[in-house]
T-cell receptor, first 111, second 113 residues
């Protein structure tokens, strides 16, 4: 079973707009990671945020983590066509370190 | 550094057969983990190996097994294949383990007929 739930399942935006997706999880975590997957290929790591961190930035990406609500969000600013992909959150659980993935958000950026 | 490589990239098997997939991690990475991705179940953790020992295991039947060699290369074996085993199998490597950044290979697409 998956620990994470992502919202929305799909998102369609215009190039230049911002995209926000959310991830909720159930158990205590060591960290939460976001990955991108292009069309059935391997996953590419985007950002890792530890349980004692609240916000992290990497280029056009901003991730927040609220451990009291067991939720995280990923914001992609000034989106580009190349951002079209599926985005997954993954949690490393505190008790056994197993990595558990959400169902993913499919983002389509229209030119 | 070269990335994670997986062979073969595509595989077609029939029910009842067995299959072995291979994963070569990034040089210096000691942890290799395996995942199954299907449209219905999403990405599911299979197992993790670290220094030739299985350190973590997901909720898969015993037909799914793996091993890791002294050079950190890993193999995954699925015996008595079922139609439901059709999936993209991904491996990932990291320096220290599952709480570390994972570097994924391109995957092996297995089709069971």
């Amino acid at each position: 079973s998956q620990q994470g739930e992502e919202d929305p399942q799909a998102l369609s935006i215009q190039e230049g707009e911002n995209a926000t997706m959310n991830c909720s999880y159930k158990t205590s975590i060591n960290n939460l990671q976001w990955y991108r997957q292009n069309s059935g290929r391997g996953l590419v790591h985007l950002i890792l945020i530890r349980s004692n961190e609240r916000e992290k930035h990497s280029g056009r990406l901003r991730v927040t983590l609220d451990t009291s609500k067991k939720s995280s969000s990923l914001l992609i600013t000034a989106s580009r066509a190349a951002d079209t992909a599926s985005y997954f959150c993954a949690t490393s659980r505190s008790n056994d370190y197993k990595l558990s993935f959400g169902a993913g958000t499919t983002v389509t950026v229209r030119a | 550094k070269a990335g994670v490589t997986q062979t073969p990239r595509y595989l077609i098997k029939t029910r009842g057969q067995q299959v072995t997939l291979s994963c070569s991690p990034i040089s210096g990475h000691r942890s290799v983990s395996w995942y199954q991705q299907t449209p219905g179940q999403g990405l599911q953790f299979l197992f993790e190996y670290f220094s030739e020992t299985q350190r973590n295991k997901g909720n898969f039947p015993g037909r799914f097994s793996g091993r890791q060699f002294s050079n950190s290369r890993s193999e995954m074996n699925v015996s008595t294949l079922e139609l439901g085993d059709s999936a993209l199998y991904l491996c990932a490597s990291s320096l220290m383990g599952l709480s570390d950044t994972q570097y994924f290979g391109p995957g092996t697409r297995l089709t069971v007929l």
